[in-house]
């Protein structure tokens, strides 16, 4: 039989071979004084099993203390520095047009943060208030205005940080999706281009399988879609909006929890 003892990084810093007479055998490890103090996993086999998957070997968990080696405790380092990202509802932010602006912090290792945000104009006048609501994420509505500029200062658990809103734009589309009851979503499109009295077109589907089209006339730059939710499936459905030119110009996601649970027997 083959006897070893694995480290954490399952590597053998121990082994030995014993004989066997009618399944049964005898023998001994002598640690050396240059091993380290922690937790390590004695396996044991035969040639015959390793034929097979390892996890048929026999494992069991020790632990191991030096007593001659002094114990050091290595901490995991912390990794400065977070993740801010910004996400306005359909991908734009266009001048003279409300939006809704989504917030998310979180940190390097992909753990949420709790913060509180302000936003500020060019004149250090407070524009909106947010503060995060769950994984790290919040949500709050503005109206950019032309020839301002327009900052954060994020108040984190150990550090503030200010953050520009970047990439508004001059002309363009925007869309809103609202929840409105049970049964139907709004989604409102507005614009500010040339033409405010162009055709737009929604098209909706649940992985890569077309569940609503529609197609709209702006009306003073904006219109409005009525979906209903029977008709999407179950999941995560994609909202597009296309331009008179039949270019995508907008798109969010909605998620609908599905109706069916998955139920399984063993």
């Not at 020839?147 to 200062?153: D, F, K, L, P, V």
Request: charged share 20%; aromatic share 12%; net charge positive.
């Amino acid at each position: 039989a083959y006897v070893e003892i694995l480290n954490k990084d399952n590597k053998a810093v121990l082994q030995a071979k014993i004989s066997l007479n009618e399944s049964t055998g005898n023998g001994s490890f002598l640690i050396p004084y240059s091993i380290e103090t922690g937790n390590y996993k004695l396996r044991a086999y035969t040639k015959w099993m390793k034929n097979f998957d390892s996890g048929f070997f026999f494992q069991q968990s020790i632990s191991i203390i030096n007593t001659l080696k002094e114990l050091t405790i290595n901490l995991p380092k912390k990794i400065g520095g977070y993740d801010i990202q910004f996400f306005p509802e359909g991908g734009n932010l266009v001048y003279g047009l409300t939006s809704k602006l989504a917030c998310k912090i979180v940190t390097q290792t992909g753990e949420p943060v709790n913060y509180k945000g302000v936003l500020l104009n060019l004149n250090k006048d407070t524009v909106a208030n947010f503060s995060s609501f769950k994984f790290g994420m919040c949500s709050f509505g503005f109206t950019p205005k032309k020839n301002e500029q327009y900052q954060t200062i994020l108040f984190l658990p150990d550090t503030i940080i200010q953050k520009n809103i970047t990439g508004i734009l001059d002309e363009g589309f925007i869309m809103s999706l609202e929840d409105t009851d049970s049964n139907y979503l709004k989604v409102f499109i507005r614009s500010r281009t040339e033409n405010l009295n162009s055709p737009v077109y929604l098209l909706v589907h649940t992985r890569q399988v077309v569940k609503n089209n529609q197609q709209g006339n702006l009306r003073n730059g904006e219109t409005i879609f009525i979906v209903n939710k029977n008709d999407l499936g179950d999941g995560i459905s994609h909202f597009t909006v296309f331009n008179k030119d039949r270019k995508p110009v907008c798109e969010r996601l909605f998620f609908k929890r599905p109706a069916n649970k998955l139920d399984i027997t063993i």
